[in-house]
C-alpha cells in the first residue's frame, strides 16, 4: 500500500503570460524523483471579467518533450508550427508532444474571452526518452467525450482515464514511455482501492476537498502529494466532502535532464542547439 512520502504547497502564484495565473509544484530545475513528469503547474479557480483581447501567453517553443494541458473550467485555444490547434473546454485534454520542436502559442479561447467566467487548468510537462527527444512533433486532441469513465470499487466515485489502464478502462492518450493520467472524483467517505504499475512514479494533485491517503495521510486541497513508487495498491477516500483528486503515474525514465527555459533535453549541447535551431526559425513559425 503506497504511503505519502512528500506533501508540497506549491510556490507562490505567478502568471504565465496574462492568462494562467499558476501555482508550481514541482519544475525539472530540482532534482528530485518525479520523473517522466518535469513540470507541474495548477491554475486553481479564478475568474476572468469579459474582455476583448485573449489573454494567455504568445508565441514560444519547446522541444524534448510533451505539454499536456487539462483544461478543468474555461476554454483554451491553442496553434502550433506544425499546423495543430484547437480549443479545449472543460473536461477535455490536450497532449502536445513537441518533440525536435514545435512554436506554439496559449490563450484563452475568443469565447472565454467575450463572456468571461472561471478558468482553472493544469499543465503538465512529460519527458521523452533521448531516443524520441527529436521525432516529428505531433499533436492529440483529447475530447471529454472520448475519455472513458470507470465506476470505482465501493461506489467511491468515478475517474476518467486520460492515459493509462484503470479497472480494465484505457485511456486514449499515446504516450512514449508508459504513463497514468486519471482525473478522480471521490464520493465522501468511501475509501476506494486502485490497482498500480509497480515502480511507476505516483502523484496525487488535489484540487477540491481533502484526500487521505492509506488511511492516514490527509492530503489538503491545492497540495501534491510525493507516494512510493513500490506498492500496487492506492487506498484513497475524500474526507468530509466529495473531492477531486488528478492521479499521475509514470515509468521513471533514467536519463540525465538538463533544461533551459522551455527546452530540456540530456546533454548542454543538445540545448545549445535548440536555442540555435529556435532562433534560426528551424523549430518553424506561427503564421
Ligand atoms: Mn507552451
Given at each position: 500500500m503506497k504511503r505519502v512520502q512528500q506533501l508540497r504547497h506549491g510556490q507562490a502564484m505567478h502568471w504565465v503570460g496574462d492568462g494562467f495565473p499558476v501555482r508550481t509544484f514541482f519544475s525539472y530545475a530540482e532534482p528530485l524523483p518525479f520523473s517522466p513528469f518535469l513540470l507541474l503547474d495548477y491554475a486553481a479557480p479564478n475568474t476572468f471579467a469579459k474582455g476583448t483581447k485573449p489573454r494567455g501567453v504568445g508565441p514560444h517553443p519547446h522541444r524534448g518533450f510533451a505539454t499536456v494541458t487539462l483544461a478543468l473550467q474555461g476554454e483554451i485555444a491553442h496553434r502550433d508550427s506544425a499546423g495543430h490547434g484547437g480549443?479545449?473546454?472543460?473536461?477535455?485534454?490536450?497532449?502536445?508532444?513537441?518533440?525536435?520542436?514545435?512554436?506554439?502559442?496559449?490563450?484563452?479561447?475568443?469565447?472565454?474571452?467575450?463572456?468571461?467566467?472561471?478558468?482553472?487548468m493544469v499543465q503538465l510537462w512529460v519527458n521523452?526518452?533521448?531516443r524520441a527527444k527529436m521525432t516529428p512533433p505531433s499533436y492529440q486532441d483529447l475530447r471529454a467525450d472520448a475519455i472513458p469513465t470507470v465506476a470505482l470499487p465501493g461506489e467511491a466515485g468515478s475517474a476518467r482515464v486520460v492515459a493509462g489502464t484503470l479497472l480494465g478502462a484505457t485511456g486514449p492518450a499515446r504516450t512514449v514511455t508508459p504513463v497514468e493520467l486519471w482525473d478522480v472524483t471521490l464520493r465522501a467517505g468511501r475509501p476506494t482501492v486502485l490497482p498500480f504499475r509497480q515502480g511507476h512514479t505516483t502523484l496525487l494533485l488535489v484540487t477540491r476537498g481533502e484526500v487521505v491517503v492509506a488511511g492516514e495521510d490527509v492530503v489538503p486541497a491545492n497540495a501534491l502529494a510525493v507516494l512510493d513508487r513500490f506498492g500496487t495498491k492506492l487506498v484513497l477516500q475524500a474526507k468530509g466532502g466529495d473531492a477531486r483528486v488528478l492521479v499521475l503515474g509514470g515509468e521513471p525514465i533514467d536519463e540525465p535532464v538538463v533544461g533551459h527555459g522551455p527546452f530540456v533535453m540530456n546533454t548542454w549541447p543538445e540545448i545549445r542547439q535548440a536555442v540555435d535551431d529556435f532562433q534560426s526559425g528551424r523549430m518553424g513559425r506561427l503564421e
Open positions: 480549443t479545449i473546454g472543460p473536461g477535455d485534454v490536450q497532449w502536445m508532444t513537441a518533440a525536435r520542436g514545435v512554436v506554439h502559442e496559449e490563450l484563452h479561447s475568443d469565447r472565454f474571452t467575450s463572456d468571461g467566467g472561471v478558468l482553472e521523452l526518452p533521448a
